[in-house]
């Protein structure tokens, strides 16, 4: 398991914490990425839910999950909306990660946010403590991606990513699936 590092304060409203969520809200305070796994199929469940997705069961368990991963999407958020308490925290990157193990997570990207990551920038799981001992999923850049200034520049991204089309399929589950069909003739 590996140990999550606590990359600050969390600010912002507090996160609405429902029974079926606790565990994974105490177990970011604590450090720790955990979601919830099928007893059924072993398929890994986010978002959380009392039913699996891909098979209907009902029983999970716990597990310690991926760290690690690569930015799919990226946005500065610039205009605060909902709670003012946000106010003082844009501008902010809000992302889409894909963990090495598969299933995608969405989190806050502590970095200039100027300069959001492009698509495939390497990222670390960490977590922003709560009063309350709970603790909020953000993402920091990869040692080697803090300390080279270019990762941010268009020039050094792949230009196939460029193209929107690419991006809409690249790595997506659903249009890699052969049960989903061609992906250029639709659903």
Not at 5 to 27: D, K, L, M, N, S
């Amino acid at each position: 398991m590996s140990r999550l590092r606590q990359a600050g304060i969390h600010r912002g409203p507090a996160p609405v914490v429902h029974p079926e969520t606790e565990r994974f809200w105490r177990g970011l305070g604590q450090g720790r990425l955990q979601l919830q796994r099928c007893t059924t199929c072993g398929t890994v469940r986010f978002p959380l839910g009392p039913v699996c997705w891909k098979c209907g069961g009902f029983g999970h368990e716990w597990a310690d999950v991926a760290t690690t991963g690569t930015v799919s999407a990226a946005v500065t958020v610039r205009r605060a909306t909902g709670d003012p308490v946000w106010a003082d925290e844009v501008p902010l990157v809000s992302a889409q990660v894909d963990m090495d193990d598969g299933h995608r997570l969405p989190g806050r990207v502590l970095c200039d946010p100027d300069a959001p990551p492009p698509h495939g920038t390497p990222v670390e799981a960490a977590y922003l403590a709560t009063d309350d001992g709970y603790g909020v999923l953000c993402f920091l850049l990869r040692a080697a991606e803090r300390a080279d200034p270019a990762h941010n520049d268009p020039a050094h991204d792949d230009p196939a990513h460029d193209d929107p089309a690419h991006d809409a399929a690249d790595d997506d589950p659903v249009h890699d699936d052969p049960a989903h069909g061609d992906p250029e003739e639709g659903p």
